[in-house]
């Protein structure tokens, strides 16, 4: 829930301030801000909650940390023009593939805050597989556009 707060807010935020500062309204802008800022605040979190993160991914995934370097790699490469679109696309791919990861914690109980088997479980579903969707349409939306 918290990444999602951090997405709207401070898309508002770059809303409001390119108004300010521009003259006009750019949502795309404004929603790739967002979502930036929403990825770095994520990979933050791996870094913080390394080991319950880490819990959240089946044993066989090698390299677990390669994550947070991907979602900070994307943070930066959805503002930069010649890349935005190429990273939009990855994004996407890597909200697809990491939606399992969900599935497996929710179905472990991980709780990636105590490193633990105490978690929602299952329940948590409900709300984060409508919000892996509604994170790709952000990302198509405010990237690609075709």
């Known amino acids: 829930m918290k990444p999602f707060i951090v997405l709207i807010v401070v898309s508002l935020i770059a809303l409001f301030s390119l108004k300010l500062t521009k003259g006009a309204y750019n949502f795309a802008l404004s929603a790739r801000i967002g979502m930036s ?3 770095l605040f994520t990979a933050i979190a791996h870094f ?3 080991q319950g993160m880490t819990m959240m991914l089946p044993d066989f995934i090698p390299n677990k940390i390669n994550v947070v370097h991907l979602k900070i790699a994307a943070a930066v490469g959805i503002l930069i023009p010649g890349l935005r679109v190429v990273t939009a696309w990855m ?7 990491i939606l399992p990861a969900n599935v497996y914690a929710a179905i472990h109980h991980v709780d990636i805050q105590s490193a633990s088997y105490d978690g929602n479980g299952p329940t948590y579903l409900w709300f984060r597989v409508p919000l892996q969707v509604l994170y790709i349409a952000w990302v198509f939306n405010s990237c690609i556009k075709l």
């Open 37 to 39: 800022v929403m990825l």
């Open 48 to 50: 913080k909650f390394a």
């Open 91 to 97: 994004l996407i791919v890597f909200f697809v593939l």
